[in-house]
């Protein structure tokens, strides 16, 4: 997301970031049409990954690309669309922009108040019958929308917000909803965001438990998300190569348990 909304790089970095992570060993990417800076760009994230897969030389074939519709940006705000027919629409303009003829994940991108909930999932179910989709994800719900789509679908993902400034996946249920019933987990915005994620180097525990394992803050951080459920995935965004790289060698950092229980009891300020 960071690569193609207000703040971006130029592409060519953004090519380079993608193609760091993927020679790490990402295997993941996740976008969605509305990664832009207004609706006059819809696409431009998914662009992006396109001409990085296009331009990588190593096994395409092991990336899965998830993206999600659902939304639109007129003037640069963020406003939700759920009806069918822009579903419908959006999906088959990020077919052309992604250049692919399936979509690996979809996601729904947020429930829209406007529209009864089973039509939006009923078109995705359509769009997956139409063999547009490969899996069908939810964003941004609650257990109860989960009970409500899997009337309709089988979702294969959840990807809701999850880090230390805001637990609501684990206080109000949805993370260990997705693991009793074997649905993945997509972490966003697991640094804390474009904001938040500066405050975690001056943070005192974070620090502390930084500096016994010679990690980062952010590292630290990425492994308590990780260590949430055993479905988590972690979508960290980067816009410098170094992050990326920071954010990948998460994944091999364990954290105690006392320091996992410090991180679950300690005050995250969000102002
Ligand atoms: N479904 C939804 O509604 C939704 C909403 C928000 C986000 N998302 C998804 O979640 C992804 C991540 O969310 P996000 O970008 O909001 O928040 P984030 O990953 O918590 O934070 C991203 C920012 O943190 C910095 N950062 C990340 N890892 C770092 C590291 N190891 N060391 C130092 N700085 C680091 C980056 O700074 P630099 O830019 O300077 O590298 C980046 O801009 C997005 O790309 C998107 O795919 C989904």
């Known amino acids: 997301m960071p690569l193609s909304t207000d703040g971006r790089p130029d592409a060519s970095v953004g090519v380079r970031v993608i193609h760091a992570a993927l020679d790490a060993g990402?295997?993941?990417?996740?976008?969605?049409?509305?990664?832009?800076?207004?609706?006059?760009d819809l696409g431009h994230n998914e662009r992006l990954v396109a001409r990085a897969l296009g331009e990588w030389n190593g096994p395409r074939d092991e990336v899965i690309v998830a993206t999600k519709g659902g939304m639109t940006r007129p003037d640069g705000r963020w406003e939700r669309n759920g009806r069918p027919e822009h579903l419908r629409q959006a999906c088959d303009r990020s077919l052309q922009a992604l250049g692919v003829d399936r979509i690996d994940l979809y996601q729904y991108h947020v429930p829209d108040p406007e529209v009864p909930f089973?039509?939006?999932?009923?078109?995705?179910?359509?769009?997956?019958?139409?063999?547009?989709?490969?899996?069908?994800?939810?964003?941004?719900?609650?257990?109860d929308q989960?009970?409500?789509?899997?009337?309709?679908?089988?979702?294969?993902?959840?990807?809701?917000r999850?880090?230390?400034f805001f637990r609501e996946a684990v206080t109000e249920g949805v993370l260990s909803r997705c693991e009793d019933l074997g649905i993945g987990f997509l972490a966003y915005s697991p640094?804390?965001?474009?904001?938040?994620?500066?405050?975690?180097?001056?943070?005192?525990?974070v620090k502390q438990i930084a500096a016994r394992?010679?990690?980062?803050?952010?590292?630290?951080?990425?492994?308590?998300?990780?260590?949430?459920?055993?479905?988590?995935?972690?979508?960290?965004?980067a816009r410098t190569v170094e992050h990326t790289l920071d954010s990948w060698a998460a994944g091999d950092?364990?954290?105690?348990?006392?320091?996992?229980?410090?991180?679950?009891?300690?005050?995250?300020?969000?102002s």
């Open 146 to 160: 989960i009970s409500a789509a899997r009337r309709h679908i089988e979702v294969v993902t959840v990807q809701n």
């Open 191 to 205: 640094v804390g965001g474009g904001r938040l994620n500066r405050k975690l180097p001056s943070h005192p525990l």
């Open 118 to 143: 089973g039509e939006s999932v009923g078109m995705l179910a359509e769009l997956q019958s139409a063999g547009k989709i490969r899996w069908i994800g939810l964003s941004n719900v609650t257990v």
């Open 213 to 237: 394992h010679g990690a980062s803050p952010h590292a630290v951080v990425l492994a308590w998300v990780l260590e949430q459920a055993s479905n988590v995935i972690i979508i960290p965004g």
């Open 253 to 270: 950092l364990r954290l105690d348990p006392e320091e996992l229980r410090d991180l679950d009891e300690a005050e995250f300020d969000r």
């Open 162 to 164: 999850l880090n230390p």
């Open 26 to 40: 990402v295997r993941l990417l996740d976008t969605a049409d509305v990664y832009c800076r207004s609706d006059q």
